[in-house]
């Protein structure tokens, strides 16, 4: 630990030397409000007059160099010991940074840790240790430590995390940190926009800047050309740092890019500084990765930096290029080796001699070795801490505080399911200023100087009608017609400590979010051990029974997201349970799904008036809708209503039904459900998604695993069919549960 720290504390003296020569910092003036704060068209080319302009070549301080190839020399060794750890088989898994370090030790020498924020992928090791990332932190991460920083061995090595340096946990997927990073430059140009909230977010500061990287290969997914079309719209302080090393995993990148270079194809971006450099060079590398920050910092835009940089070993330990890579090739590499390349730089330069840079060596080699020593010995996490941190410990929405239901006052005219959301919405924005509301047409409109001129569009189904009106267009605004755009920012958002209320205009839709829903948002506490959190609300129109919805605006697939842990889901079937659980949404502090049935938008049957601005429903509690002793029925949604139509045509028949309305799904109130089926011996669980896989079985299986010795007939689901949903109404009525479905299960299982 000693040689450790004494190494770090020459990485630290020297990377803050460095940022001394980087340019000085310019508080940037406040941008003006406006409704989509779009750049003029721009005529001249990405690396205009308004771009810093490269200054004369000048060699470092020698102090400077001896740094790089320290935390150079560092991130490779380190590499090296976690391949000789894993032939060992002291560690489970091992990718490396190998060939990247020169350009990430000079973008960490000019960026700020702790002050900046970093969304490095899983090649940045020599980033992480430029900017304090120590090597037994590192060796802790390898060998799953409890210690470990990154992720407390929770995720595997090279999935960079660091609080106090601002390194953001990172995951597996490539390309989904592009849109968080995005999401987190955004909390900073907001804050800029609303003056309070500078003190309510993370680590404000006006020139900061937000880094992310990638490799070639990522440059092919939609969610990269999503986030530069983001950061170029808004002109945020984001700078992208491709590392291309000519390779995802086997395929060259001529088969992954049109044209083979990236760069080429990004530079009609307007606003987007980019520069191309040799990233095996540390003194190219620095002076580009100096402009490009510079230019951020001046807010003039993002800033994409194309490295070429090399891969000495395979992908991973799981890979061998040897396979796919002929040896001239990888020859050829081998002599742009930028830790060699640099040693012999230094020497030729006189700027040490060999027996000097042998000492750093050896040195280091030293401190990996105790290093590696330190973190073998190292406690593993103990296996009862696995269920922590899947949500939040200190905000607990099903707890009684959640829940005031009972000191319930009503005022006012009734109202629908989507004045009382709106309702909610207004009151949980004016009590609470991180709230931001962005999403597909949830604007009144876009261009505000038309606002008093027309009507507003408010969403399609005017949920958010009038609160860019009364919030602002800081606050209030439309998204590009991307999903995962939408998703991905609020997650980097959130992140900062605002609390983005985002809407999906139709669940049906909602899937090219999938990867940042189920691998990101409801993993990021969980795989951070808490040390990173984004409790985001996803309104989410649902379901059917539209009379035309058809197949693509009907869908119903929520034991797709129950089943997901970490991400809470709610299901409203009335006004006011609507704004009770979504008052609980916003104020809790885990990602929540919030769905709202079309359908049941606007229906007079299940409109309420008013409740006081603090009316919270705790999620986890049912509601018995209809009591009775013959049969249970346990449901949600839609299917609320007709569950209570068919129970009174029971009744005539003189079956008496109970109704127990879920509310919240994930979680859900198996002790209401318990009570119920132990009272009556004979339960149905009815719901509008699909029978088979759907959310009823899980339900079904627990009632008949747990609740066996009393019950009188066999579980019955009342469910869609296992097709989808058609236009033509008289094909819709046979594939969605009707009442006389429900009434006929009643009848049947009655009789039983």
Known sequence: MKNDTKVLKLVRKSAEEATVEAPQKTAAPSPQPVAVPMPAPQNASPQSASAPKPAKQKLPDRKILLQMYRSMYLSRRIDDKEIQLKAQNKIYFQISGAGHEAVLVAAGAVLKPG?????????????????????????????????????????????????????????????TQLLQAVGCAEAAYRAQLVPELQKLIKNFHRDEVVYVSLGEGTS??????????????????????????????????????????????????????????????????????????????????????????IRPYSHSLSDDEK????????????????????????????????????QIKDEIDRSVTEAADIALASSQPAPETVTRYVFSEDVDPTSKEFDTEDELELSGNAGTMVD??????????????????????????????????????????????????????????????AEANIVGRAIGMATRGLKPVVEIQFFDYIWPAMHQIRNELALLRWRSANDWKAPVVIRVPIGGYLKGGAIYHSQSGVSTFTQIPGLRVVYPSNALDANGLL???????????????????????????????????????AKVVRAGTDVSIITYGALVQRS?????????????????????????????????????????????????????????????????????????????????VAYAPQLEDAILPQVADVAKAISDLHAY
């Open 420 to 481: 009382l959301i709106n309702r909610c919405l207004h009151t949980e924005m004016a009590r609470d200023p991180r709230i931001v509301v962005f999403g597909e047409d949830v604007a009144d409109c876009s261009r505000d100087r038309y606002l008093e001129t027309v009507k507003g569009k408010g969403g399609v189904f005017k949920v958010t009608a009038n609160l860019q009106r009364k919030f602002g267009s800081e606050r209030v605004y439309n998204s590009p017609l």
């Open 644 to 724: 209570l139509v068919a129970a009174k045509q029971a009744e005539q028949e003189g079956i008496r039904v109970e109704i127990i309305d879920l509310r919240s799904l994930s979680p859900y109130d198996w002790n209401a459900i318990a009570e119920s089926v132990k009272k009556t011996g004979r339960v149905i669980v009815a719901h509008e998604d699909s029978q088979s896989f759907g959310y009823g079985a899980e339900l079904a299986a627990r009632i008949a695993n747990e609740l066996f010795e009393y019950l009188d007939a066999p579980v019955r689901r009342v469910c869609a069919l296992d097709t989808f």
């Open 220 to 309: 092919s997914e939609g969610e990269f050309w999503e986030a530069l079309n983001t950061a170029s719209n808004l002109k945020l302080p984001v700078v992208f740092l491709l590392e291309d090393n000519g390779y995802a995993i086997s395929v060259p990148v001529e088969v992954q890019t049109a044209g083979g270079d990236v760069s080429k194809l990004v530079e009609g971006f307007p606003s987007l500084y980019v520069q191309r450099c040799d990233g095996t060079d540390p003194i190219e590398a620095l002076e580009t990765m100096r402009r490009a920050v510079q230019y951020c910092r001046e807010r003039k835009g993002p800033a994409f930096v194309h490295a070429k940089v």
């Open 583 to 621: 008052r609980t949404a916003i104020r809790a502090d885990d990602p929540v799904l919030f769905l709202e049935h079309k359908h049941l938008y606007r229906q007079a049957y299940n409109k309420s008036q008013y409740p006081p601005d603090d009316f919270m429903i705790p999620f986890g509690k």
């Open 323 to 358: 396979l796919y890579r002929p040896d001239e090739e990888r020859a050829s590499d081998a002599e742009r080796d930028p830790v060699k390349r640099f040693g012999t730089f230094l020497i030729e330069e006189g700027v040490i001699d060999q027996d000097g840079l042998q």
């Open 115 to 175: 002050y900046d924020w970093f969304y490095p992928y899983y090649r940045d090791r020599a980033l992480c240790l430029q900017l304090g990332m120590t090597p037994t932190e590192q060796l802790l991460s390898a060998v799953g430590a409890e210690d470990d920083p990154n992720s407390h061995g929770r995720q595997m090595p090279s999935h960079w995390g660091h609080k106090k340096l601002n390194i953001v946990s990172q995951s597996s997927p490539t390309g």
